[in-house]
């Protein structure tokens, strides 16, 4: 996936850095984008590392960065990343944050199809933890954008995506969700898989036993279910 990295920043709150992966075999014409969301605290050169082993070749991989600079402090060690949005609990401000970082992502996406022109009927969001909310959230608001949506470690804020839900125009969805994950109770994650059940859009779950983690388990189910619905294919 790094045979070709190339970083890009654009001005949307403040200057959002995004990096380019070129794929190995872009066939002819455009090509598929795959938009990969990190988690609380990463950013996109920690989610590159960790997307190292994902066997995919003809789609382009956008990493941006999140919006926020995000401190983590452990012992004695501070670590600098990002995040997508603040939330305190406050679930107005938090539709809010959603919507500010959803106009930067659109942003980065059109700036990629002005220089790689994108095959948008083939073309997913993917996001891990943090990033699988934003993830859920553009791709049920933008499936002329993105035909599939990959949320990995979180849920679907349904709460915010009523109208969406109920219009039918839907991408695919798939949940990977391991059942040690502590940080998203299973039953909170079916409330959302039950409210899309009744619509046409395509859902799959998928489980690993790795925790609240994107890990190599994760990575594969990721990679397999992209071939598997023609994402990544000429």
Known sequence: MTSGVSEHA?????R?????????????GHAPVLLALHGMGMSASSLLRRLQLLDVTRMRLVLPDGPHRHEI?????????????IYNGDQEL????????EAGLLEILAAVDRQHPVDWSRSAVLG?????????FLGSRHPELLAGVIIASARL???FLVEEITSGELPSFLFVYS????????????????????????????????G?????TAIAIIATWLKEKGFDDR
């Open 10 to 14: 654009i001005v949307t709150r403040g």
């Open 16 to 28: 959002q850095k995004y990096l380019v992966v070129t794929p190995d075999d872009p066939g002819d």
């Open 73 to 85: 402090r452990r012992q004695d060690q501070i670590k600098t990343g990002h995040s997508w949005y």
């Open 94 to 101: 938090f539709r809010e944050e959603l919507e500010r970082s």
């Open 128 to 136: 891990f933890s943090q990033g699988g909310y934003l993830a859920g």
């Open 157 to 159: 804020k349904h709460e």
């Open 179 to 210: 059942p040690t994950d502590g940080a998203i109770p299973f039953d909170r994650l079916e409330v959302g898989i039950a409210k899309l059940e009744k619509t046409a859009a395509e859902i799959e779950v998928r489980h690993h036993d790795d």
């Open 212 to 216: 609240h983690r994107l890990s190599e």
